[in-house]
């Protein structure tokens, strides 16, 4: 064989062999063994993907989860998904999957464990990062429920944000009265 030709083969096998690394790396199955994968996570199985519970009561809650795996022990843990620049979980992601935990835990009568997983893809970045975070009681999620419903219906005035950075990607920003940092000076 040409030394052209050996030369070809190798690149050929070397970008083979980097597409099926980074395919692996943006799985998110537990099997894989990838490196991301949390110490919670390890033996554990997927048992749910992109399905929707609900939690009927005074307050209903409807939430769609990401990703639930069992794990040896038969705990479900929920997993959300995220892709942002910045590499940590919001108090928004720990409101996801508190109110996942109580409709899952409603609508099957599973044991879902009181913390959750939060997996960063961050862009240009090969691997994700897992974040655990604890959460919400169901009283807690209830009262937020509650909370939100009231503002709704006008009983209960909201309070603004004094994150500028949550003002600053919030899509009523422009037309928010009660922002400060919307205003100029
Ligand atoms: S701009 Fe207004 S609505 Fe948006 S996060 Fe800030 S305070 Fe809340």
């Given at each position: 064989m040409e030394n052209s030709a050996i030369i070809l083969l190798v690149l050929v096998v070397?970008?083979?062999?980097?597409?099926?690394?980074?395919?692996?790396?943006?799985?998110?199955?537990?099997?894989?063994?990838?490196?991301?994968?949390?110490?919670?996570?390890?033996?554990?199985?997927?048992?749910?993907?992109?399905?929707?519970?609900?939690?009927?009561?005074?307050?209903?809650?409807?939430?769609?989860?990401?990703?639930?795996?069992?794990?040896?022990?038969?705990?479900?843990?929920?997993?959300?998904?995220?892709?942002?620049?910045?590499?940590?979980?919001?108090?928004?992601?720990?409101?996801?999957?508190?109110?996942?935990?109580?409709?899952?835990?409603?609508?099957?009568?599973?044991?879902?464990?009181?913390?959750?997983?939060?997996?960063?893809?961050?862009?240009?970045?090969?691997?994700?990062?897992?974040?655990?975070?604890?959460?919400?009681?169901?009283?807690?999620?209830?009262?937020?429920?509650?909370?939100?419903?009231?503002?709704?219906?006008?009983?209960?005035?909201?309070?603004?944000?004094?994150?500028?950075?949550?003002?600053?990607?919030?899509?009523?920003?422009?037309?928010?009265?009660?922002?400060t940092w919307s205003r100029p000076g």
């Amino acid at each position: 064989m040409e030394n052209s030709a050996i030369i070809l083969l190798v690149l050929v096998v070397v970008v083979v062999a980097f597409a099926v690394r980074q395919r692996r790396a943006r799985s998110t199955g537990p099997a894989l063994g990838l490196a991301w994968l949390p110490r919670e996570l390890r033996g554990a199985e997927l048992v749910y993907a992109e399905q929707t519970f609900c939690a009927v009561g005074d307050i209903t809650i409807v939430a769609k989860l990401d990703r639930g795996y069992r794990n040896p022990s038969g705990v479900i843990i929920l997993v959300e998904l995220k892709t942002r620049r910045t590499n940590q979980p919001y108090f928004s992601d720990v409101i996801e999957l508190s109110a996942q935990r109580l409709a899952v835990q409603a609508q099957t009568g599973e044991h879902v464990a009181a913390f959750g997983i939060v997996l960063i893809q961050r862009p240009g970045r090969m691997f994700k990062s897992a974040h655990r975070v604890d959460l919400m009681s169901v009283e807690e999620v209830v009262a937020l429920a509650r909370r939100r419903e009231h503002i709704l219906n006008g009983h209960l005035t909201p309070r603004y944000s004094c994150s500028k950075r949550l003002c600053g990607g919030c899509a009523f920003m422009q037309a928010c009265e009660v922002s400060t940092w919307s205003r100029p000076g």
